[in-house]
C-alpha cells in the first residue's frame, strides 16, 4: 500500500484505532498524550521486555527483543516486544545461527484478556510486518498477559488478515487528511489517559443539538 518510509504510521497506533478512532487521532494526528496509572504500569512492564541487550536461549529456542520491523502493505513500522526462534527444518535461515528456525512474535501485556479483538488486532498486524521484513509466513503468535501470567496462542487466520488491513487503510486516510475522527462516547472513557483532551460527553452533547436543530429547521420547513 506505501513506498515512501516517511509515510509509515506507526503499528502500535493499529490497537488505538481499533479501540478508538478519536483516541487515534488525538495521538498520532494531533500528538497529544496524557499519562495515566495504567499507561505507566504498561511502560514499565515494556521497559523490561523490550530490551535489545536482553538475550535468552534455551534448548532449540532463542529469543529477540526490540526487533524493528515494517510493511509495505500496510504502511506501519514499529518494534516488536520479542520475537522467539524456534528450530525448525520447515523455517528460515537466519543470521549467525545453525539450522531453520521458525518465528513466533510473543507481545506483553499489562493487564488480562480482553473482551474485544484489540489485542489480536495490533499482534496480527505485527506479524504481517514480521513476513515482510523477514521474507516468510507465520501461521500463529502469543499474547502475554501480565496480571494473570498467562500466555495466550493466536491462530493468525485470513479473515483477521483481511480485518487489519481494512484498519491499516482507514488511518491513512484519516491521517491523510488531517481529519480527527468524531468522538463516541463508552462506558471504558473515564479510563482512557484523554478524556480530558476528547471531551466525549461535551461532543457528543454538541452531536445531538445540532441534529436537533436540524430537524427542527427540516420540520418547519414541512409545515
Known sequence: MMSIEDDYLMLS????FYFCK???GLIHINQQWQENEYTIEGQFIHTKVDNPLLKEKRKDIFI????HVFSKELGLVGILDAVEFHKDSQGIQVNHKRGKWKPYIVEYKRGKPKKDNRDIIQLVAEVICLEETLGCKID???LYYHSTNNKQEIEITKSLR????????????????GKLPKAEYFRN???CSLVDVCMPRLSKKSKNTSNYIKNAIMGDEVL
Open 64 to 67: 529477540s527483543r526490540a526487533m
Open 22 to 24: 478519536r483516541q487515534w
Open 162 to 177: 483481511a480485518e487489519v488491513t481494512s484498519y491499516a487503510k482507514q488511518m491513512h486516510i484519516f491521517y491523510s487528511t
Open 189 to 191: 472513557c473515564q479510563t
Open 140 to 142: 500463529k503468535s502469543y
Open 13 to 16: 497506533g493499529i490497537q488505538h
